[in-house]
Every structure is written in structure tokens, then in C-alpha cells.
DNA sequence: AAACTATTTGGCTATTATACCAAATACGAC
DNA sequence: GTCGTATTTGGTATAATAGCCAAATAGTTT
């Protein structure tokens, strides 16, 4: 595999990665119904402001979110809609999975 | 956020991320032509066979892939191939990453 | 300008992921 | 059964990630 192909997958690699966390998950699908600031996503789960503003820059540097300061607060928004697209298959291969292991325990 | 929906999202991101590695994205992509064996893999990877065997686990684990052992080889498949239907939108987010990057350099 | 609020950044530690090597296992050929 | 090949497993060193705290920054209010 050359170098090209290399930095390619790794550039798209990133970009899932950064939604392979339950956190930055739940709040990408959090910003598909509209944008939201960091304090309202410090609310209504159980973390650090700190910890939120960290998650919230994995996904802006894989290119997922953008955000914009207006007052006090900064707001989010999902730049690449589409990318919530592939939650149905995702859970596609969870109930797959369940039922790999429900017949597995037959 | 309850204890349901937490699980809900660890699974899920859980699949994300076994696809959130270069290497495990490029084997998932090739099986979408058909099945390969490990040792296919190790040939095109300058990678360890262990290394590319563990890759693999990961996949099945995460329920993306299966395997079947023939012979002295194991053949890997994709157990639920929609999961690669989000790669062009992956793409989208890269292009639209390019495009900010370069309207950022103006 | 001082006080207050929202957010980010830096530092630290604990946990997890990655990749290699060596050893173990599974199977087929002889 | 012994040998050779394909694959997995265990061990380990290194690197990356996550989450908390404290400090820094940016904007608002008074």
C-alpha cells in the first residue's frame, strides 16, 4: 500500500473515530435536531465542562461540527449532516450481533 | 442521561470505532469485493500476521465481520455490508475539511 | 476597571490501544 | 506421528485517549 492511500484512510479513519465515542456520538445525533451550546450539553451529562469542550474539538477537527461564538456562548452545529446517515446500519449490525449471540446460547 | 441510553450509545460508538483505525477501515473496504483470507491481508499490509489477525478480532467482536475457517486459512466476510454505505459522506466531510483549510490559507 | 459567566487550555494520572515478538494451536501433507 | 503452514494468543513496551482539576481567556454587566 503506498504512502497516498496510506494518509487517505487514516484521514477517513479519523473521522469515524472521532464519532467512536459514546459521548462525541450522542452529541453529533444531539445536533442533528439543531445547534446547541457547550452549556447545554455540560447539563445534561454527567462531565466536566472541560471534558465536553474536548469532545466537542475531536469533532470539529475531523471536520464533523462548526461552531460559531455569539455572547458568551459557543454554538454547534453539525457541518456534515449526512454523516448521521449511517446510525441505521450501525444499528443494523447491533441487532445482528444480538442475534448472534441469542443463537449462540441456544 | 440514564443507564439504557449510555449502553445504547457505547454499542454503537463501539462499532464506530472498530472502523476508526486505517488499517481495520482498508480491510473492511476490500472485503466489500468479496471474502479474503488472513494471510491476503498480511501480503498487501507491510504489517505482522498478529497484528492483522488482532485487526480482524476486532471487527468480528464489534460484529461487522465473520469468519470461517477452511482449510488452514481463515476467510473473512462482511456480516452486515451496509456499514460501508456512510464512506462517501466520510468523504464529504474530508472534501469539506479541504475546502475550509484552503478558504482559511486566502 | 472589577466582577461574573462561558468556554478553552494545560497539566496530571489512569486507562486503553497498538504493534511487535515469541509461543501455542489447528490443520493438512507426508 | 512428525513436519510445515496459517492463524491466534500471551506478553510487553510504547503511544494515545479520557477525564478531572486548576488556571487562562473572552465576552458581559455594572
Same mark, same amino acid.
Given at each position: 500500500?503506498?504512502? +497516498?492511500? #496510506?494518509?487517505?484512510? #487514516?484521514? #477517513?479513519?479519523? !473521522? *469515524? +473515530?472521532?464519532?467512536?465515542?459514546?459521548?462525541?456520538?450522542?452529541?453529533?445525533? =444531539? *445536533?442533528?435536531?439543531?445547534?446547541? /451550546?457547550? /452549556?447545554?450539553?455540560? +447539563? @445534561?451529562?454527567?462531565?466536566?465542562?472541560?471534558?465536553?469542550? +474536548?469532545?466537542?474539538?475531536?469533532? $470539529? =477537527?475531523?471536520?464533523? !461540527? @462548526?461552531?460559531?461564538?455569539?455572547?458568551?456562548?459557543?454554538?454547534?452545529?453539525?457541518?456534515?449532516?449526512?454523516?448521521?446517515?449511517?446510525?441505521? /446500519?450501525?444499528?443494523?449490525?447491533?441487532?445482528?450481533?444480538? #442475534?448472534? =449471540?441469542?443463537?449462540?446460547? $441456544?
Amino acid at each position: 500500500m503506498d504512502k +497516498k492511500t #496510506k494518509e487517505l484512510y #487514516k484521514a #477517513k479513519a479519523d !473521522v *469515524l +473515530k472521532a464519532l467512536g465515542h459514546p459521548t462525541r456520538l450522542w452529541m453529533a445525533e =444531539q *445536533l442533528s435536531e439543531g445547534e446547541r /451550546c457547550v /452549556c447545554e450539553f455540560v +447539563k @445534561e451529562i454527567d462531565a466536566d465542562f472541560s471534558t465536553v469542550s +474536548k469532545h466537542l474539538n475531536i469533532l $470539529k =477537527q475531523a471536520g464533523i !461540527v @462548526e461552531d460559531e461564538k455569539r455572547g458568551l456562548n459557543v454554538y454547534y452545529k453539525l457541518k456534515v449532516p449526512c454523516i448521521l446517515n449511517s446510525m441505521s /446500519c450501525v444499528e443494523a449490525v447491533l441487532s445482528a450481533k444480538l #442475534k448472534s =449471540q441469542i443463537d449462540m446460547a $441456544k
